[in-house]
Each structure stands twice: as C-alpha cells, then as structure tokens.
C-alpha cells in the first residue's frame, strides 16, 4: 500500500496545530512568565519600600548627634513639641500611730494624687568617636499641677507614716556593736551630745532663774558639776534649796526626762529623790573645789576626742569600749589621759551604762528619744507632702551622717549644680547610629558596665523603657534597666491596644519578676533594696498587685486593682516607640520590733507611697504618624498585593489556558486517532475482500494471448 492511497483513506502524518490554538498557548505561556515574574517583583518592590521606611524610621529615632536637627529637642523635653510627661504620688496615711506601736494593724487611708509635670535636662553630654555611644548626666525639674490634682490637696498636707530615716539610721548602727541592739547602739551614738545640751540647758535654766542673785551663787558650770561629781544639788538647804528646787522641777517638766532615769509629773514635787543627779555616788575627786572643777572640765571638753562629750562614738567608742572591757587598752588610755583613779574612772563607767540600761530607767534613754521625737526623726513621723517627696531632711541622720540627712525621695532641680550638688548620676546608652538593632540599649550606669551590690554582680542591660529596636512582636520578652531597682526587668506581651488610632503591644511585668531567692528578694512580687538604699526599702507594684498575698494580712489597706495599679508600656511595633505607659510603682518599707523603744510595734511590709509616671502620644502626634508611616504602609501593602495578586492571576490564568488548550489538543488526538483507526479497519477489511476477490479469478492465462506473448 503507498503512501498516496494510505492519505487517500486518510491514514496520514500528524498535522500541525491550527495557527488559533498555537496563538492561545503562546498567550497563555506569556501569562505564566508574568505572572512568575510578577511575584517575586512584588516582593522586591514591597522590600525595597520596606527598606526606606526602615531608613527613615532609623534616622527618626537614631540619638541625634550635635549637628543635627533634632539635638537640642532631645536635650531637654522643656518645649512645646515633646510629648509631656507626668508624675502623680499617692500617699499612705497611717492613721492609727498609737495601736500601731502596740501591737496593732496599720490602718491605711490613701491621699492623691498629688500630680507633677517632670520636665528632663541633660547635660555633660559626650559621643565616642564613631557616634554610637552617648554618655550623660541628667536632672529632673517636677511642677506641681493643682488642677490635675486631688480636689483640695496641697503639698503642704501632712502625712503620718513610717520614717525611713529612723530605720536608715538603725542600719547604720546594727554593725557599730554587734552584741547589742541597733537602738542602744544609737543612744551611745548620741551620748556625747545629749550630754553637751544637758549641761548647755542645766547652765542656762540657773542663769535665767536664778541670775538676780548675782555673786551669791557659784559660777552655773561649777553647780552643774558639783551636782555631777558631788550629788549635792538641789540639797544645799536654806534659801538656795527654796530657789533651785522648782527650777529642777521645770527642767523635768518641760524635758519630759529627769537625768538620772526619774519620771516626774507636772502635778507636783514627788518626795526625796536624787532628782538631778548624774551618778549616786561620790566620784571621789580632789577635795579642792579647783581641782575638781579642773578635772570637770577636762572630762567634759567637747573639743578633746577622748571627752565625755567630744568622742565620736561612730569612729572611736573609747569610754564605751572601756565599759565594756574593763582593764583593756581604751580603760588604761583614759586613765592616763584624765589622771584618774581606777575607783574615780570605775565609778564614771557604771554611771554611763547604768544611764543607758534598761533594768535601771537609764535616763539617757528617755532623753534620746525625747530629743528624736523633738526633731520629729522617729519611727513614725508626720511631714508635708513636699518634705516626703522632695525637701525632707531628717535631723538624726545629720547628727550621725550629714550626707544622708536628706530623706525626700526625689530630686527637684533646678540647675546642673544644683543636681552635682545631690550627687547626679551618669547613664551611657547605645545610640542606634551604626546598629539600629542597638538603640537605647544601655550600655553603663555611673561609669561601670556592672551593678556590684548584688552577689554575684549584674551586667547593667536593656533599654531605658521609651525605645526599643524596630520590629517588635509579641512573642518576644522586652527588656529595661530602671536604675531605682538596679537591675534590668523583663516585660512580657499582655495584649494589642489602639491608642488615638495607633495600633500597638502592651507589655507587663511577668508574675516571676521578683522572684525569692534571686538578688536579695525574700517577698514574692517585691524588689528587697536594703543593700542599695541602706534602709529595709521594698520596691513593687502598688497595693502589692501580683505580690504574695500574704502582705495584704499583715496591713489594712486597699485591695489591688489591675487597671488602677499594673504597671504597662505600649510599644509601636514598626517603630520600636513607646507611645504610651503607665510605669507604677510602689515604695514600701520592712518594719520590725526593736530592742529599745518599738518592742511591740507591728512587724509588716508598710506601703509609703506609689506613684504613676505616664505619657501618650499627643493627638496630633498620633494623626502625623498615622499619615506617614500607616499611609506608606499601605501603599506597601497595596503594591504587594497588585503585583503578588497580578502576577497569581496571570499566572492562574495562563495555567488554565494552557491546561484547557492542551486538554483540547488531546481530545483532537484522540478523536483523530479513533477516526484513523476507524478508516485503517475499513481499509484493512476493504484489502481484505480485495484480496477474497482476487483468489477468485482463473488462474490460467487464455492460450491465444500466451501465444502472442511468445513471439
């Protein structure tokens, strides 16, 4: 069978695609590398804008250096651009002193808030040399806001609490003497210038009283020691007893204190006693009274360090230290130094600790905390609100340590002298100038990369809470260094927030934040800081939110509340900013039973005072971000989506053209084929009866053609 009468029954080649098809698929191929290109071009181009909002939100935030713009704005937020920042306290009121010392429950009423615009100031600002650190030092300026205020709060209004001076002081005593308790510490402490006032008011209460006698009298100073030394006074008789005997009954009267330890009331004279007798026995000085008065006044020289009156006690405890070890170094020094006879120094130091101890009334005890309460320095005082935050300065301290003296809380300034004055710490954080991932990180506080009151020492981390790295999400923990803790504090993501329209991730405190067992931390949810601050002081949330709540059974107080008093930062996530916050915080001090005076105080945590720093993005603030960062944002977005959306489509599309194309040409294929088969059986079975046929015929050849053929 040829080829031609094979075509002829329509057994042929394959044909080529009609030229419609061929188009369609070659569009269809088109669609395809489209829209491949167009995914990945969407990608790159939505990176490449990522990329300059990245640039710009970097250069925005970056710490600026002197050069720039923004420099003197980040100096100091006193303008009126920057975002306003306050500070509102709210105080504690003991309200039941009394039964406290007793034994009973604090009673606890809250004043506040007393509201404080803060106003910042940096100074001795200096960038190493590639910009990407910057150190100084800062102050903070607080004015007081009546109108966001507590209706009819002034700062003048009194506040009884606990003082944390008092319990500052007994710290520094507790290592003083060891084998005895902080108080009795305290009272040697204050010896030698109760004495001096008692020698200073004695000389004077004779002077005025008895001073129209002229020279009928010895001198005031020879009658202060005769009654010292001697016990003669007010026992003379006569006329000078009649004088001198109501100006002892003064003296006691309007001191609350008889020297020797005897309490009397006002009501009237209380019989024969030593009434202001130092010492019951005889010293056993010289006859002479010029001797003795000599060998008085050596004693009683405040200017000689060895004195009575001149010691420092905190330094060099010599007539305590021979109190207590008689016949030891310090006993033979004064022997020597005040030529006296062991009876005579024998019988000075069982007068000094008989007019400390307990068992005897010693009258110095009752002088000491007579003259504490007068300074109004005790355990518990009554300040103005002014004084507890701000001016406060406690006179006890300043007896024992002038540099501690001042016990306001806070530091209102209002120059840089002023701030070097109150000892100005320095802060270096990390600029974000050369790693934007870096930025606020701090990097050292007062000069060391370590905090060393704790065992073993911290590394000084995390960011000052206002600006994180960009890019935040919520499944990261954020870190800050506060340097009233000293220590850097982890936040944990607690939920989305819209502040003004701003999308952003608020972040807490995690319940293990103060843990026991870690630094010096012995009160679940509580920052124990005595190794810092010198004094039982506890940091924490306010009322004790998220604390043990074992606290809330020791005081009288409001039951935390998670919206009043949470700490919380929102954080913009795009920017790394911090756009609105609430940092609470609570000062609360550990009060114990002492050995001399608050033998039955109640033993608890005492909350002071909280306070809530807060700021938010002003409106107009908010709507300029919303306008530039959202709106590029979205134009991110909607260019992502057009061409990854675009490019899908094309390629969707040039998918199904394709596979519909080429599912056709199938479909032709195999019709065509079925048609071919169809016509090869007809032609195979049309050959078939052509051969039937042919077998048919004779198969001789006629005889006349045979012969034809042959010639």
């Known amino acids: 069978m040829t080829d031609k009468k094979l075509k002829m029954i329509g057994y042929s080649d394959r044909k080529k695609a009609t030229p419609a098809s061929s188009k369609k698929l070659k569009q269809a191929y088109a669609a395809i590398i489209l829209g491949l290109l167009l995914i990945p071009g969407g990608l ?19 710490t600026p250096k002197p050069s720039d713009e923004g420099y ?73 806001l009546p109108e966001l205020s507590g209706s009819g709060l002034s700062t003048d209004d009194y506040i009884s609490n606990i003082n944390p001076g008092y319990l500052g002081v007994l710290d520094l005593m507790k290592d003083l003497n060891p084998s005895i308790g902080p108080e009795e510490n305290l009272v040697r402490a204050m010896f030698p210038s109760v004495l001096a006032q008692v020698k200073s008011m004695f000389q004077d209460m004779i002077l005025e009283m008895v001073g129209p006698l002229g020279g009928a009298l010895p001198p005031a100073e020879e009658i202060f020691f005769w009654d010292w030394a001697e016990d003669n006074f007010p026992h003379w008789g006569g006329i000078f007893e009649f004088l001198l005997r109501p100006m002892a009954k003064d003296l006691i009267d309007e001191n609350g204190v008889d020297i020797d330890g005897i309490l009397y009331e006002s009501t009237g004279w209380m019989g024969e006693a030593d009434d202001l007798s130092i010492i019951d026995s005889d010293v056993d000085l010289p006859t002479d009274l010029a001797n003795n008065l000599t060998k008085c006044q050596d004693l009683w020289e405040s200017d000689n360090p060895l004195s009575l009156t001149g010691m420092d006690v905190m330094e060099n405890p010599i007539w305590f230290d021979a109190a207590d070890n008689p016949g030891g170094a310090a006993y033979q020094t004064l022997l020597d130094t005040f030529y006296l006879t062991p009876y005579q120094l024998m019988a000075i130091l069982d007068w000094l600790l008989a007019s400390i101890d307990e068992n005897e009334n010693g009258w110095l005890r009752n002088v000491c905390i007579k003259q504490i309460s007068d300074w109004e320095s005790d355990l518990i005082t009554n300040r103005k609100v002014e004084e507890w935050l701000f001016t406060g300065v406690d006179v006890l301290i300043n007896n024992v340590d002038p540099s501690m003296a001042k016990v306001g809380i806070f530091t209102s300034c209002e120059s840089e002298w002023e701030s070097e004055f109150y000892g100005a710490s320095s802060s270096t954080f990390n600029t974000g100038q050369t790693n934007i991932n870096d930025i606020g990180q701090y990097v050292k506080y007062n000069g060391e990369s370590t905090i060393t009151v704790w065992d073993p020492d911290v590394e000084v981390s995390g960011t000052g809470g206002t600006q994180f790295a960009p890019g935040v999400t919520n499944d990261e923990r954020l870190e800050i260094f506060i340097p009233e803790f000293l220590r850097p504090l982890e936040l944990v993501y607690s939920k989305d927030v819209t502040v003004k329209g701003v999308s952003l991730l608020r972040y807490i405190l995690p319940d293990d934040a103060f843990t026991v067992g870690e630094y010096e931390d012995d009160k679940a949810g509580l920052a124990n800081m005595q190794v810092s601050y010198g004094a039982p002081v506890y940091l924490g949330q306010p009322h004790f939110f998220g604390a043990d709540p074992s606290l809330l059974d020791d005081v009288v107080i409001t039951p935390p509340n998670q919206d009043e008093h949470q700490l919380y930062i929102d954080v913009e996530p795009n920017t790394g900013a911090t756009m609105a916050a609430k940092l609470r915080m609570a000062i609360n001090l550990k009060v114990e039973q002492t050995d001399f005076w608050y033998q039955t105080i109640k033993s608890a945590i005492y909350p002071i005072f909280w306070l809530e720093q807060s700021a938010e993005i002003p409106d107009d603030l908010a709507s300029m971000f919303k306008d530039l960062v959202y709106m590029v944002l979205d134009i991110k977005e909607y260019l992502y989506a057009g061409f990854v959306g675009g490019g899908a489509a094309l390629l969707s599309l040039g998918i199904v053209v394709t596979t519909t194309q080429r599912r056709k040409q199938k479909q032709k294929k195999l019709e065509k084929f079925e048609m071919q088969k169809k016509e090869f059986f007809k032609y195979k079975h049309e050959l078939q009866k052509y051969k039937e046929s042919k077998m048919a015929l004779p198969q001789t050849i006629p005889k006349k053609k045979k012969l034809e053929s042959t010639k």
């Open 44 to 62: 790159l181009v939505t990176n490449v804008i990522q990329g300059l909002i990245d640039d710009e939100i970097a250069d925005f935030i970056k």
């Open 72 to 144: 003197n704005d980040w100096l100091s937020d006193d303008h009126p651009d920057a975002i306003p920042m306050y500070t509102s306290f709210y105080m504690q009121n003991l309200t039941n002193p009394q039964e406290t010392c007793a034994g009973e429950k604090p009673i606890f009423t809250e004043i506040g808030p007393y509201t404080y615009r803060v106003y910042s100031y940096k100074y001795d600002v200096s960038f190493n040399d590639d910009y990407s650190e910057v150190t100084y030092k800062s102050y903070s300026r607080y004015v007081y």
